[in-house]
C-alpha cells in the first residue's frame, strides 16, 4: 500500500479511530464539566488567565473545540462515512492546537499534555491511513 502512513499492524484503523475519537470526547466533556463546576479547587485561587472567567470560558472552548469534533469523528467514523478520514485529521489537529494553546497560557507541563499530543498525532495519522486506503496504492 503505497500511501502518506504505512502501518501493516492496524488491521482495524476505523475501530482504532472510534475509540480513540470517542474516548477523548469523553475527557473533554468530563474535564470541561469538572471545569465548569468548579471541581478544581487549585485554579479557584489562580490569578490571571486562569482566574474564575477564564476556567468557564475555557470549558466551553474545550467542549467546541476538542469535545464536539472528537465526537462528530467518532460517530461519522463508526457510520462509515466517507468524509471520516477528513474529520479525523480536522479533529486531532484541533486537539494539538488546544494542547499547545493550553502549554502556552498556563505555562506549566502535566504528563496528560504529552499523552494528548500524542494521541492527536495518531488520529491524525489513521485519518490519512484512512483516505489512503479509500484511494488506493
Not at 477528513?86 to 492546537?97: D, E, N, P, R
Amino acid at each position: 500500500m503505497a500511501g502518506i502512513v504505512q502501518w501493516e499492524r492496524v488491521r482495524h484503523p476505523r475501530t482504532s479511530l472510534v475509540v480513540a475519537a470517542a474516548a477523548v470526547a469523553a475527557a473533554a466533556f468530563a474535564g470541561a464539566a469538572v471545569l465548569a463546576t468548579r471541581q478544581l479547587r487549585e485554579y479557584a485561587a489562580v490569578p490571571g488567565p486562569l482566574a474564575w472567567p477564564g476556567v468557564i470560558s475555557g470549558a466551553v472552548i474545550l467542549v467546541l473545540a476538542v469535545g464536539f469534533p472528537m465526537a462528530v469523528t467518532a460517530a461519522i467514523t463508526l457510520a462509515g462515512d466517507r468524509r471520516a478520514s477528513a474529520a479525523a485529521v480536522v479533529s486531532g489537529t484541533l486537539l494539538i492546537c488546544w494542547v499547545l494553546a493550553l502549554m502556552a497560557l498556563a505555562q506549566t507541563l502535566t504528563w496528560l499534555q504529552p499523552v494528548l499530543l500524542t494521541v492527536g498525532i495518531v488520529i491524525v495519522a489513521l485519518g490519512l491511513h484512512l483516505k489512503t486506503e479509500e484511494t488506493g496504492p
